[in-house]
Structure formats: C-alpha cells, structure tokens
C-alpha cells in the first residue's frame, strides 16, 4: 500500500488515505485539487501529494499529476503512471 497525504488549504488538519498504485494516488490528488479551484502558485502546501512507500521511499505528486522523486528530482510519471 501507499500512503497519500492530503492537505484542506482552508483548515490545518492533513488526511492521510491509503492508495494500491500510483495511478490511483494522482486520480485522488487531482480531485483535490480540482475541488478548491486554485491555481499553481496558490496551491502549494507542505505534504499534500506526498507519497509514501511501505519500503520507506517518499515521493511527491505535483500540481501538474507528475510524480517526482524529491531527492533527485527525477521524472517518475512517465515510468509508473503513462499520460
């Protein structure tokens, strides 16, 4: 399992939601973020679209849906989740 967190950008509480791919955790990242009708700049919160691995690895999914791996910046989506 992957954990997904999610931020409400009008409240302090996070929601953490378990997801069994990646595909999933960006299709549930979207409708979040579709939902507040923000853009880029104002959609920036610390851990929303954090992904996190039961082997300890953390990545990241952006504004755009791509998932990127923090530490190297290195493009995830085009290997795990095909566009």
Sequence with gaps: MIKLTLE?????????VE???????????????DSFDMGASDFKFADTGKLEFEDGTTNYISYNGRVW???????????EVPY
């Design 69 to 79: 791996d923090r530490e190297y910046w290195k493009d995830l989506n085009a290997i």
């Design 8 to 16: 409400n950008p009008y409240e302090t509480n996070q929601k953490v």
């Design 19 to 33: 997801v069994s791919t990646i595909s999933e955790a960006v299709e549930k990242y979207c409708i979040v973020r």
